[in-house]
């Protein structure tokens, strides 16, 4: 298993999500584990949009605004992630 961090491409607004980190075995199931979380969609206004649950709101259900990188387990210590996007 790995560490990745998923982040957004896209820009965030508030009360969304600008990056996770997950445990996975590799890039396209670290990928997945979003795409699973994020497989809903809503028909709002007679537009469709794909969005979150709740647990990942802001990333796309097709994971078209994710990006996925491999945090390497070795280096220095020091902080891997903080994100704050409070409404």
Do not use: Q
Request: a negative charge.
């Amino acid at each position: 298993m790995n560490l990745y961090l998923i982040s957004r491409t896209d820009g965030h607004d508030y009360d969304e999500y600008d990056a996770i980190l997950v445990r996975a075995s590799d890039p396209d199931a670290a990928l997945e584990m979003l795409k699973t979380k994020c497989a809903r969609e809503n028909h709002w206004g007679g537009e469709h949009y794909s969005w979150c649950d709740g647990m990942y709101s802001g990333f796309k259900g097709d994971g078209s605004n994710a990006k996925v990188e491999e945090v390497p387990l070795d280096g220095e210590p020091g902080l891997i992630i903080g994100s704050y996007n409070a409404g």
